[in-house]
């Protein structure tokens, strides 16, 4: 088959690009991709109300939009298959290449508020309150990575009381949104995994995130220097973005702050199971409990609260995980093919 030519938008939110990316992969496993990666960034001047009415009104010209809103030249987009994106502010850019160059569309996540599922093609989400749309694909968030390319294990063992795992991963992220972590949080999270590593033998592969503070990755540094405890500490500040394979590929179960909805999913995408954690002070949003129930409900993952985190606790957490079977990314494929055929067929 010829490649498939997608336009990619991104924004600047790894939460939200990686989704589209994992849209991306999935069609990747049916037929080959050309990708042409646009990043998004709205002028601040330019309301999100104003756009919304002019997505609607009769004299709606895209190219216009594009350029006034966004600073991208219509007429130097590629020839394109199908457009993709994830993230509020990639929706009306989304709509206008779609309609501009007259190609289907896929996006990732909520609508805004007053803006139909008309607009697009297909919008892939997470929610079963959109399970009846005949727009909408609800599933496990995408992820680009592949259990298989991994080499993670088709059949996980189930961890619990009974069975220990010998490496585990704890994924810190930080302060976002209405997640706020004090001092008494990160002290519980450090001297849990040093409890367990006391406990069990285990020994933890930890990294931090861009929203890490750097007084805290200050201290989770001062623990790594002891390798009974921990067995390689990735610093974001140092070593950056893209290390959540080499950790995946080695971990047996994970343990993840509850502020990133993200690296739990990409977690359970690598067959993996997985233990969020929440600070004292948080609350989810409407969409974030929802999909958090989701997860739950599923028995792809469990959440604790970090002042209750104990070895015993934890492994209560993981005998109640069943990881998910099969590649996600095949899974998610299937059902693309399914929705929009017209992308699969022979050309």
Partial sequence: MTPLKIIFLADTRPGHYHLAQGVIAAIARLRPVEVTRIEVKRKWIVPTRWLRRRINAKSFW??????MAYRIDADALPHADLVVSAGGETHMPN???SRFLNIPSIFCGSLLRGLGPE????????????????????????????????GRPAVVPRYGPQRHPAIAALLIGGNAGTFRYGR????????FAAEVSK????????????????????????????????ARFIDYRVEGPGTLPEIFDKAEAIVCTEDSST????????????????????????????????????????????AALTPDSFAKALAEIETIEGNPLDALAAKLKERLPQLFRAS
């Fill in 62 to 67: 895209p190219p216009r939009m594009l350029r």
């Fill in 95 to 97: 709509i206008c290449v």
């Fill in 119 to 150: 607009n697009f093609s297909l919008i892939v989400s997470s929610y079963d309150r959109d399970a009846d749309s005949d727009r909408h694909l609800v599933v496990l968030k995408p992820s680009a990575i592949d259990p298989d390319a991994l």
């Fill in 184 to 191: 008494k949080d990160w002290d519980r999270l450090l001297a």
């Fill in 199 to 230: 406990a069990w033998g285990t020994r933890w592969l930890v990294s931090t995130s861009r929203r890490t503070a750097d007084s805290d990755a200050d201290r989770i540094a001062e623990l790594a220097k002891d390798d009974s405890i921990v």
């Fill in 263 to 306: 690296m739990i999913s990409e977690a359970v995408s690598a067959r993996l199971p997985v233990v969020g954690v929440a600070p004292a002070k948080h609350r989810f949003t409407d969409d974030e409990a929802e999909y958090r129930s989701f997860l739950i409900r599923n028995n792809w993952c469990r959440v604790l609260p970090i």
